[in-house]
């Protein structure tokens, strides 16, 4: 048995497979009771989660938003951040209430067919992203004089030293540490003198335009502020780091506060993205054209601040995006599966783990190799993952046999159904603007 971080001792990394919640034995750490303290202390799978999703392609996908429309599509971000805290937060308190991972739960209660076609998606899905990431890492050096070639396997050797020989919270207090890169956006986006008064109008009232253009850029939006990887980090964060009950209420306020956290870096990259890019009319393909193109109209900071946000972004990403991955495959066939977990306690979540790594970096050191088809194929992926994780969760969170009193609420089902029915006409919008011209 080991002593987790939280206070709860767990022979597994999801003990309720074995002991029932009401026999578990708990022992507290001299944790604050309450206030600003107890939330420092459960801090961190909110925080990560939300902004992982702020990866390379999320970056991307900003910049061109504010460079083809300006700052006309600024009100799906206050949208999506009700969404976003209301998805997470029933990741969160499903983490907490049952102890369980969330595939582990969609394996026990809708069978492992449904599960397995799920995990196959998650996992190509996944790995693609992943191969992103490391492209995003490889950008961002190569913007700041370093060769791909250098940067790239020592990127992959960091993460992978980290998770292989770090504990949960040392892997926490890191990824908090990127998070903080984040930060370089706001600058950004005040050194490219944007139209402020304009920017909060373009927040609170929405701007529609029926062009095939917008509608495409809209559900890419969508898709990479609510990615299916997400919710799996977010739950089995909770379930590894061992939040109890009674501090829930700090963990649901680490879950907004990410999403609000994570929303405003959005918010201010579209329109730092606006302000440099749309009334020059210049369109960008990737967050390293947004980097470059910013020097001569922003000015040398705002190059480097925005290629700094980009490898940080991109290293946070790459190293949640495998851990889920890993955690959610060993978790549906029972394996041990954890970032506190040794090799030898979890050689199968390890080894997935440290696959998916060296695949990013590899894939990444082939010269001349065009990664669309990859990022498009993901992306079609995900948009048919997205619909199937939410409703698996909206039927779990609202099963009284496994939630208790703490199934969803009216209002939190209402915002919730509207998202996952939301997602999945996106989805299919998307799917057909890919395949026909």
């Given amino acids: 048995m080991k002593l987790m971080n939280g206070g709860v001792l767990r022979g597994r990394m999801w003990l309720s497979r ?42 991307a996908t900003y910049s061109s938003a504010g460079a083809r429309y300006g700052y006309n599509l600024l009100w799906m971000i206050l949208l999506m951040t009700f969404s976003l805290a209301v998805v997470q937060e029933m990741a969160a308190r499903m983490g907490v209430i049952t102890g369980k991972g969330l595939t582990d739960l969609i ?17 190509i899905a996944n790995a693609g992203i992943i191969v992103s990431e490391f492209s995003g890492i490889a ?172 490898f940080g972004a991109s290293m946070l990403a790459a190293g949640v995006l495998p851990i889920a991955t890993a955690a959610s495959m060993t978790e549906v066939f029972g394996f041990e599966a954890g970032v506190s977990r040794t090799w030898r306690q979890a050689p199968i979540f390890h080894g997935l783990f440290t696959g998916l790594i060296v695949l990013g970096v590899v894939i990444n050191l082939i010269p001349g190799l065009s990664l669309f088809q990859v990022l498009l194929t993901t992306q079609i992926l995900n948009g048919v993952l997205l619909p199937v994780i939410l ?29 996952t029915i939301a997602t999945s006409l996106l989805s299919v919008v998307a799917i057909v603007f890919t395949f026909v011209r």
Avoid: C
């Fill in 139 to 310: 950008a961002s050096a190569e913007l700041l004089g370093i060769s791909r070639f250098i940067a790239v396997p020592l990127a992959g050797f960091i993460i992978w030293w980290l998770v292989s020989r770090g504990s949960y919270s040392i892997v926490e207090r890191v990824f908090l540490l990127f998070t903080l890169v984040f930060l370089v956006y706001i600058v950004s986006a005040v050194l490219a003198h944007p139209d402020w008064g304009m920017a909060a109008k373009r927040t609170v009232v929405p701007s529609i335009q029926l062009s095939r253009g917008y509608l495409l850029l809209f559900v890419a939006t969508v898709g990479t502020t609510i990615t299916p990887y997400m919710q799996l980090f977010q739950q089995g964060a909770v379930v590894e780091k061992g939040i109890s009950e009674e501090e829930f209420k700090y963990e649901r306020a680490d879950v907004y506060s990410g999403a609000i956290f994570a929303n405003a870096i959005a918010f201010f990259i579209i329109v730092a993205s606006a302000a440099a890019f749309y009334t020059r009319g210049i369109t960008l393909n990737s967050a390293a054209d947004a980097a470059r193109a910013l020097e001569p109209i922003a000015g040398s900071y705002a190059t480097l601040l925005f290629a700094i946000g980009l």
């Fill in 18 to 59: 074995r002991v029932p919640r009401r026999l578990r034995v708990v022992t507290r750490l001299s944790l604050p009771k309450s206030g600003i303290f107890a939330y420092l202390a459960i801090m961190g799978p909110g925080l990560i989660t939300a902004n992982a999703g702020n990866d390379a392609g999320a970056i």
């Fill in 391 to 419: 409703i698996s969760m909206l039927r779990l969170v609202n099963n009284r046999e496994i939630m208790g009193d703490h199934v969803n609420g009216p209002l939190r089902n209402i915002v919730a159904w509207g998202t």
């Fill in 107 to 123: 394996r026990e209660n809708f069978g492992i067919r449904y599960t397995a076609l799920a995990m196959v998606t998650l996992l």
